[in-house]
């Protein structure tokens, strides 16, 4: 039964202005993520949006009829395991673009909740931790009525961060208040050596994703460990009292302002990613949600990854 | 140029259910609030619900008629203070009550974000610190035809919370190292006695109200005032150097779990409101958003201040 | 490596107030999910709270010691089927009470995305519809030292709701403009009734949850059900042009109020829950998100299902 | 009261990478907006960011140091009225860049909700109706350490749109179904003409906001008022019968995609902003929350108001 309705959004519209994007925004689907070592898959609900670019002759970009299309590819590409979550994005932006003649361009990104599997430091205790994981496609179509991808990948995870800062300011009034107690100065050195000194710490969010072409792969893995090694410590579901003293003192030895969280991560991409072309994209961002204020310290940098090789050369050879 | 429209919402439903409440939500209005030393007033967006019940012969509550009447109110009410908003509800709950003449019972609750101003603890730079507040008033109609109206006034305000178990843990590693590197029991205990020890910390979240008759008044500072106390430290929106190290210092001196939080409120509350009747309900509840971990630890006590009162009472003569 | 470390929450506290619940929200847990068919389960992440109370001579629910215990319940449940979400926390809710020697009460939640399958009405054409899904239990220490447990299970749904109110309001002025340009009334009653009228339409949610004793199954599908028929129509994700003709065309048939999408649901609940004990309790809400307004329209009933049982008999009686 | 503390954040680095912007998000403030009329000042609590970059040898940007002075600058500005606040936006971002004298670029944010007064089509009644407003400013140091600034402001406003092509296909559906009932040709015209279909409808979301050089006043009531006509009507909080009437049939006369409306409001801007030099940047989107599905549709343009001016001729052009 296919009745012959009209056909709306073919139509000419009354204002002709190309549109840069139209189509669907948080559109739930059901993705399924391989796990190592033969574990049963997990089943995700990931969020999507679909879009592509829109002559000023058409009035609508007909989503109606090409929905059905898009959501046989993503039923198709089901089966990829996780770290190719930007496949899924890449193949599902070529194909809407085959399906939109008259478009030039199509967007396809996801994100969705992932869980990581962490062993406490010293109890060694199994626990899963959640995360973001995020992709995205871009489909250009080239003079030759080829398509040309570029992909991008990432992920967020939420880390612990220490301040620096007061943690120099804690140092000094320790310093004072244990001088004017009397303690030797040797005493006193022995003492700020051995032990890590408080500060204020909170929740930070590390956020890093790799921008490139469709052919070159980008392993998931890699971007979560980069991040999680980024902060002063990792989070954990659970830590009994031996774990906890563990995590406190590793995060108060290792205090880092969101800028040190950046800078870290984008030391790690240089040395982690070697094989990337140099016109690959970078962005780093690390947010903190500061105790001790109601609003957030942020830290950005967005490069190609061949600026990022040439400051840390350049900072290299001052060094030496 | 008023017609004869339908009036669907009076004729009988097909179902005859009874409904506990009907109405609106989520209604955004402008609320004048005043403000001391004769300062203009802050006039803040807040957001209330409006609900009857309805019983089951009637099939809509008729929002659409009475909308205007529950505006008016609200437009009326514009000039109350602040430490007022708890009026505001009740008066609109009775005036609903009034016009939804079925109805038996009138809900009005509103809340809405607030700035407290603070000065740092050292260098005393004015600041400013977001709280959000909240009322609520149930109208209640009496065999008489008579109103009987409870009500509610709370706050919620962002602190510092310092974990005291983390800090124990790092006394012992203190201990521990420095007997080690061979420091001298004597010195060790001036050592921890003049240095707050590290322990991770936190964005705290107090949250306090109070329900009494509606002729009690409930001065909404002392609410605030019994939150911020109840933390390790508050928040500033800026601090400079000294003044860092000084509020760092504080919560590291007074840490507290989320139970100790609330415990702290309810004393508070006891000694504070002396004048509120032994049925006066107590909400309590603490929120941290636990730094070593990525879910939030949670305690709260619900009560009448009589009950508070006798636990209270007990313990102190368990001491004694 | 088992330290001798300081287990400050054991230690009596100094307000000794008891806490209504002391416990973890946010928590996040893959959970599995059976599906029908022999396909493969879906493995969803679902996110938890666990209370317990405290008495007033403890100082901290020592969480860190009883975490493990809450996981290895949550680890070995993993493999229940998802219609029995609420055997789930009724089982971690006994452990729990088992482990804290000292509370009297437990209790524990989860929610999660959920994906329903649905076929679109004329295209058959099979589509994901994302839903809520969750369940509590509340198990309490019986004097015999035995566990007694109350078990809550639920969904939202997300639906189509039009207005009947502005539906009449359509025809009324549908009547007076086909009168004015003279169609005969004959004309006008065919007419009027061909044709399903314009009226605002938007977003509703419907909200159904049933509490029961422990030894009760509580059938999920089925309260998706009742919730997925109580209002105008259904979503789909994938709407090609005779589907969306036949999806509009069926909600403006059955405008429905917020008062009116409780009802149905009261009433499918005692139809369809006959073997329910009359002391179950019966949560039913719906919330439009009305298109007209910038606030959302919100109707509710609580009520045990023996009430809603009487009423309807006393309603059926009367319309007899 | 000025001790001598450590000032980590002037230190070097140990990586030393450039970093694109550091700064605070999420920081709320007390805003003064002047109400026409000599009307009291609404005193809005907004959201800013403030950021600047970093050059790769300062290891942070020392916001404790200036954060006062960003204050301040705030605490002045505060008598600006609403239709500036882009101006308060500009002139933060000049004075950070003052401060900050490493940093090239600084970048100030700021969004806040603001009440539109709106009365009813009809009955005329009074009613405030929530939108949200933001502003931007980015401030760059010229080669000659002079600052040049672009500025943005923008609004986001809630309206109702009704399908287009679902009241095609109703139309198509009634004249079937009353072609059937034997209905005269003749008269199925009149019917079809006077009676506005029925179609499913949904609150939409209108952004429009530009973005020029400092010098340039961008008159925020303009902008307002272009996404308010470009959707199928208004909503409004309180409409009693014959306004519900002439909102449902206002909207049902003039349906829109959200392709229309971000063409409308393309075609507004370039008729309205007749002033504004062609290098100015527009950037227009509407969202779509479909009743019929439960994901969101979206369009977008962001172009130059020149490259909008040339698509408007040319398709007059065509047309003629």
């Not at 879009?51 to 299309?69: C, M, Q």
């Not at 050195?189 to 909170?202: C, E, G, I, R």
Request: hydrophobic share 40%; charged share 30%; with cysteine.
């Amino acid at each position: 039964m296919t009745l012959p309705l009209p056909d709306v959004q073919a139509s000419s519209p009354d204002i002709k202005i190309n549109l840069t994007r139209v189509g669907v925004n948080n559109v739930k689907k059901l993705v399924e993520v391989a796990r190592p070592n033969g574990k049963r898959p997990v089943i995700l609900i990931s969020e999507f949006y679909i879009y592509v670019d829109l002559p000023s002759d058409i009035k609508g970009a007909n989503l109606s009829r090409n929905f059905e299309a898009m959501y046989e590819v993503l039923e198709e590409a089901l089966n990829m395991p996780i770290y190719e979550v930007e496949e899924l994005c890449s193949e599902v932006a070529r194909r809407v673009l085959q399906l939109h003649e008259y478009a030039s361009t199509a967007e396809v990104g996801m994100k969705c909740e992932y869980m990581l599997k962490r062993r406490t430091p010293v109890m060694k205790i199994s626990c899963q931790e959640p995360a973001t994981i995020f992709a995205e496609a871009k489909a250009f179509r080239t003079d030759n009525n080829d398509v040309r991808i570029k992909k991008t990948i990432g992920a967020e995870i939420v880390g612990i961060t220490t301040c620096p800062c007061a943690q120099e300011l804690m140092r000094d009034k320790a310093t004072e208040e244990l001088t004017k107690r009397g303690v030797a100065k040797e005493d006193l050195v022995t003492f700020l050596d051995a032990v890590p000194l408080a500060t204020h710490n909170q929740r930070g969010r590390g956020i890093l994703s790799l921008e490139v072409k469709d052919d070159i792969k980008l392993p998931l893995g890699r971007i979560i460990s980069i991040i999680e090694q980024s902060m002063s410590a990792k989070t954990y579901e659970i830590l009994k009292r031996p774990d906890e003293a563990e995590v406190v003192a590793t995060a108060h030895k290792k205090p880092m302002f969101v800028e040190d969280c950046v800078r870290a991560m984008a030391k790690r991409v240089v040395e982690s990613f070697n094989e990337l072309p140099d016109d690959s994209i970078v962005s780093i961002k690390q947010i903190n949600e500061e105790s001790i204020h109601q609003h957030d310290a942020v830290a950005e940098r967005i490069a190609s990854i061949g600026d990022l090789r040439r400051e840390l050369k350049e900072s290299d050879a001052g060094v030496a």
